[in-house]
């Protein structure tokens, strides 16, 4: 099992960024794929971007592309979403997760992912 505990977020102004991190402790050798979903009020949780953790291979939801990167340090077991030009509907929970899939096709399906953060809210003013 992986522990992860996230921190960052907050409220910002639209066209504003922000930065998230999950720490991640326990079997992370396990981990092939990890990432960070979103869910708002009333929606359901949809994947926002992950990265394979052996080889960093990258995967984007079209609506944040170009505008937030992933990435990973290894050295402190620590993965980032680095938000920029952010946008009201950017607005969300969001949490970060861990599979012992690859990541691939399915890379925005929840039910893949074994381990979840706590959550970590990001709001977006217009």
């Known amino acids: 099992q992986v522990h992860l505990v996230q921190s960052g977020g907050g409220s910002v102004q639209a066209g504003g960024s922000l930065r998230l991190s999950c720490a991640a402790s326990g079997d992370t050798f396990s981990s092939n794929c990890m990432g960070w979903f979103r869910q708002a009020p009333g929606k359901e949780r949809e994947g926002v971007a992950v990265l394979a953790t052996v080889g960093g291979h990258t995967y984007y939801a079209d609506s944040v592309k170009d505008r937030f990167t992933i990435s990973q340090d290894n050295a402190k077991n620590t993965l980032y979403l680095h938000m920029n030009s952010l946008r009201p509907e950017d607005t969300a929970m969001y949490y970060c997760?861990?599979?012992?899939?690859?990541?691939?096709?399915?890379?925005?399906?929840?039910?893949?992912?074994?381990?979840w953060g706590q959550g970590t809210q990001v709001t977006v003013s217009s």
């Open positions: 997760a861990a599979s012992r899939w690859v990541c691939g096709g399915i890379w925005d399906r929840a039910h893949i992912y074994d381990d």
